[in-house]
């Protein structure tokens, strides 16, 4: 009798271990892929930093951003309820801070404004930014019980202050600071989607600071990068060369790609493929597959939701990736100019869905 | 057959890519000089008379009216490179405006310290920071940034140049007629009292 109740014990063990040790091998197999990805791209970005950001950019700012965009539509309410002054100031922030961020670069084409002029606009805008994002987050901590989210102004204000003695500094700031917020979503997904990883997820992100800092140490000895092209010389002007001009540009332009190749990683890659954007019948088999499927979306599949509007703005984005291959296959130079000055659209709409998930 | 048409639109990308690395002129001449390290560059050659005066309290610089001219003549075919510090002191508005930012915002961390925790010390730092904020304004309005007179930091000078050690203090810088600082085209009045 003792027997019997101790084989049965041990296959019970046997049993309970078998999903822990699957358990144990995915979370390793995920640490080992996200240091792969990681050494790989800081790699790459180090070895060849102008040509890695050409095909990067090239391959996968039009998909991101599609990305980016099934992904915010995934998280949009059927009705708005007691969020609606949050997502009313969010899209109108989203609007008109996008319409002027475009509208700069036209102005100064046109030279209708003397040149002292410009660092007041640029913190005059940056200025904007940080109280509109100051008033999401105090609007999301109104709809959390017992938060105070009023820290947000005076946080705000102090780097409103910050950026009115150094208006180009805060932009470069942006330029660094964007792909970094990918991850902050991808810890926010990973805690709703697969709690167990987060941990695991949370110890590789310590080791981002690391791999920058060496990446930092070894090329911020090395010579310029040839800009000797509009192409290079605008790229490493994006990097923020002319702004730190005792910094090696060949260390900024490596440490842009890096970052941006981590980015595009997380929204093409992990987000996508870790954990289902959609409710379907064989959820997580399906995942993938549930990218493309409108009804995947809530919105969509909600009796009162939007399924046209969802489609038509899904496939209307296909449509502007295809439009964005094009123009850079035509002209690289001048799409990537157009692109990330467009694109400033998708950063701002980054702060609101990411505030949503806190 | 899925994935033949998935690797051959990847070429296809990879194909439109190569293209894009298009070898165009650059819009214009590299405004990153500074990559390269920046050698002193001469742009004019004059006399300077150096005269101790004990009766002074703070160094003056004075430049003949006809130096200047020859100075800012040199300097039109200089271009000008202002680092960060200097912009921002160049620019008043933007100064100002960091002022009110930032007084702004420690009377915002103020007010919200002062709602939000009940202790009377957490309530004392509040109203620190509330008066830290007041005292910024006030010391952004009056402009005030006064220091020990420049006498203090010049009266080193003789031991230093004993020494070969430098010496810095403040100079005011003069213009006058030419003619004034004798055949010299700049003269400097250190504030020295003989020992």
């Known amino acids: 009798m003792e027997r019997t109740a101790n084989i049965d014990m041990a296959t019970w063990r046997a049993d309970m271990a078998a999903p822990a040790a699957n358990r144990q091998l995915n979370i390793r197999a995920f640490a080992s892929i996200l240091i792969a990805c990681a050494c790989g791209s800081a790699f790459f970005a180090s070895w060849l930093p102008l040509q890695f950001s050409i095909v990067t950019v090239f391959l996968f700012a039009g998909p991101h951003n599609w990305f980016e965009l099934r992904y915010f539509l995934s998280r949009l309410p059927v009705r708005f309820g007691r969020s609606r002054n949050f997502f009313i100031t969010a899209f109108a922030g989203i609007g008109f801070l996008s319409a002027t961020y475009i509208a700069l670069p036209v102005l100064y084409s046109f030279s209708l404004l003397p040149d002292h002029l410009w660092p007041t606009i640029l913190a005059s805008w940056n200025s904007l930014l940080l109280l509109w994002i100051a008033v999401l987050i105090w609007l999301r901590g109104k709809n959390k019980v017992r938060r105070d989210w009023s820290w947000a102004f005076p946080v705000a204000l102090g780097l409103a202050a910050l950026n009115w003695l150094a208006p180009e500094f805060f932009s470069l700031e942006i330029v660094y600071l964007h792909p970094l917020v990918a991850l902050w979503f991808l810890d926010r997904h990973l805690s709703r989607a697969r709690p167990e990883w987060l941990r695991t997820y949370r110890r590789c992100l310590c080791l981002l600071p690391l791999v920058l800092g060496g990446m930092f140490w070894q090329l911020s000895r090395t010579a310029a990068l040839p800009d000797d092209n509009g192409l290079f010389w605008r790229i490493t002007q994006h990097a923020g060369a002319q702004l730190l001009p005792n910094v090696s540009s060949h260390a900024l332009v490596t440490t842009h790609v890096f970052l941006e190749m981590l980015h595009y990683g997380v929204w093409l890659v992990a987000l996508p493929l870790i954990a289902p954007l959609g409710r379907t019948k064989n959820a997580q088999s399906s995942s993938a597959r549930a990218i493309w499927r409108v009804r995947a979306v809530p919105v969509a599949r909600h009796p009162r939701g939007f399924p046209k509007l ?45 505030l949503k998930m806190l | 057959m899925k994935h033949f048409f998935s690797i051959g639109a990847f070429c296809l990308l990879l194909a439109l890519a190569i293209p894009a690395n298009a070898d165009i002129a650059r819009p214009k001449p590299s405004p990153s000089p500074a990559q390269s390290p920046q050698l002193p560059k001469m742009v004019l050659h004059t006399r300077l008379v150096v005269v ?42 933007r100064t100002i405006m960091a002022g009110v930012f930032m007084f702004l915002s420690l009377s915002f961390a103020g007010v919200w310290l002062a709602r939000s925790m009940q202790t009377r010390s957490q309530k004392a730092i509040a109203l620190m920071l509330f008066g830290v904020a007041v005292i910024g304004a006030a010391a952004m309005m009056t402009q005030a940034n006064a220091g020990p007179p420049g006498s203090y930091y010049w009266k080193k000078l003789p031991q230093n140049l004993t020494k070969g050690a430098p010496t810095s203090g403040g100079v005011d810088i003069e213009i006058v007629p030419d003619g004034e600082v004798g055949s010299s085209g700049m003269k400097l009045i250190l504030p020295i009292k003989p020992e």
Request: aromatic share 12%; glycine share 4%.
């Open chain 2, 52 to 93: 101790p005066d004990n009766k002074a309290w703070e160094a003056r610089l004075q430049i003949t009216q006809s130096s200047l001219d020859e100075l800012r003549a040199a300097l039109g075919n200089t271009p000008g490179n202002d680092s960060t510090a200097q912009r921002i002191a160049h620019s008043t508005t």
């Open chain 1, 310 to 354: 969802v489609l038509a703005a899904l496939a209307f984005g296909v449509f502007l990736v295809a439009v964005l291959w094009f123009g850079f296959a035509v002209d690289y130079a001048t799409t990537r100019d157009v692109y990330f000055t467009v694109a400033i659209a998708h950063v701002l709409a980054e702060a609101p869905f990411l």
